[in-house]
């Protein structure tokens, strides 16, 4: 089985700092392009980035500059660093793998940047 947690989220203000962890187990995320997602209050689910087997990354034109995707594939988890928060940066933030198999996504992790 595969399975994908989040953590690192929480609550903090206007211009701080978080970064979000997603640990994987039951793969080797060594193989697969791993995926950051966001779902803001009453929106749908929106991509954030994108890092390959490779160590390639892509972001979301919005996204580029403030956060950034990285892996360290010997504790077989993906960070997203996320600096400059604004209140439209709260919502739940997702992992995904992305394998031959099918995509797994954890349950998510909430943050909340206050004003």
């Known amino acids: 089985q595969v399975q994908l947690v989040e953590s690192g989220g929480g609550l903090v203000q206007t211009g701080g700092s978080l970064r979000l962890s997603c640990a994987a187990s039951?793969?080797?995320?060594?193989?697969?392009?791993m995926a950051w997602y966001r779902q803001l209050p009453g929106q749908q689910r929106d991509w954030v980035a994108t890092i390959s087997s490779g160590g390639s990354t892509n972001y979301a034109d919005s996204m580029k500059g403030q956060f950034t995707i990285s892996r360290d594939n010997a504790k077989n988890t993906v960070y997203l660093q996320m600096n400059s928060l604004k209140p439209e940066d709260t919502g739940v933030y997702y992992c995904?793998?992305?394998?031959?198999?099918?995509?797994?996504w954890g349950q998510g992790t909430q943050v909340t940047v206050s004003s």
């Open positions: 039951g793969m080797s995320i060594s193989s697969y392009s």
């Open positions: 995904q793998a992305r394998t031959l198999f099918g995509d797994y």
